[in-house]
Nanobody, 124 residues
Framework: QVQLVESGGGLVQTGGSLTLSCAIS????????VGWLRQPPGKEREFVAA????????LYEDSMKGRFTISRDTAKNTLYLQMNTLKPEDTAIYYC?????????????????WGSGTQVTVSS
């Protein structure tokens, strides 16, 4: 019921910036909360940030607060992740995800719909 397509990944040097986009379509009742999660090489999928689609409230993983900014454009049905001061440990596949509930959550399994991901590589 929800489709998500990420774009904007790539190779960037340490300290650089990158903006990811996620085009979202489908029933709005299933995407009240949308977020970014990532999976570093050899590690479990982890939470980055989430936002209520209608209210705009946000939640960040503590280690990324201040460097990453999540936002959405409701007219364009697009989710964004602005990433600044990137570090090699930010290297990961970044996924856009959605859930019908309005409660912001850090738990990956609580998200019902996922994009295919976009690779971000930060070189040292």
């Amino acid at each position: 019921q929800v489709q998500l397509v990420e774009s904007g990944g790539g190779l960037v040097q340490t300290g650089g910036s990158l903006t990811l986009s996620c085009a979202i379509s489908g029933d709005i009742d299933y995407r009240n909360t949308v977020g970014w999660l990532r999976q570093p090489p050899g590690k479990e999928r982890e939470f980055v940030a989430a936002i209520n689609w209608k209210a705009g409230r946000t939640l960040y993983e503590d280690s990324m607060k201040g460097r990453f900014t999540i936002s959405r454009d409701t007219a364009k049905n697009t989710l964004y992740l602005q990433m600044n001061t990137l570090k090699p440990e930010d290297t990961a596949i970044y996924y856009c995800a959605a859930r019908g509930g309005v409660v912001l959550t850090r738990i990956p399994k609580n998200y019902n719909y996922w994009g295919s991901g976009t690779q971000v590589t930060v070189s040292s």
